[in-house]
């Protein structure tokens, strides 16, 4: 491959990763109405920072997903930091998200689990 390839990650829940699962693991659902963007992080610290603390608390049970985007996609979306250094993640618009899709190099893949413990 000549493109060099923008690693990212993404805290989901279990009904986005379901709907990720129904595309063979290939591309992201569109955005709900309250949902504007479309916000993979830089890194899988701060993906399983958002997966513990946020999904879990929503539906018991949060993950941490790792994709790769042709770099070539990626230089009109800057990154944006959002509190502590490591909190960085890319805004696309809804409306962007199928051309990312088309961008996305392999599959997305599951690389955490965390569950709320009793």
């Known amino acids: 491959m000549t493109d060099e390839l923008v690693e990212m990650f993404r805290p989901t829940g279990p009904n986005e990763l379901e709907l990720v699962k129904a595309s063979g693991y290939k591309c992201w659902p569109p955005r ?3 949902q504007p ?3 993979p992080v830089t890194n899988e610290q701060y993906a399983r920072e958002i ?3 946020w999904n879990i608390k929503d539906s018991g049970v949060g993950y941490v997903t790792r994709f790769f985007v042709k770099a070539s996609f990626m230089p009109k979306y800057k990154i944006e930091q959002v ?3 490591h909190h960085a993640e890319w805004w696309v618009p ?3 998200l199928e051309s990312l899709n088309d961008n ?5 893949e599951v690389i955490g689990e965390y569950r709320k413990s009793d």
Do not use: S
């Not at 996305?104 to 997305?108: A, L, S």
């Open 94 to 96: 809804a409306e962007e």
């Open 32 to 34: 709900l109405p309250e």
């Open 37 to 39: 963007i479309f916000y």
């Open 104 to 108: 996305i190099v392999g599959e997305i």
């Open 51 to 53: 997966a513990t603390q």
């Open 83 to 85: 509190g502590a250094a």
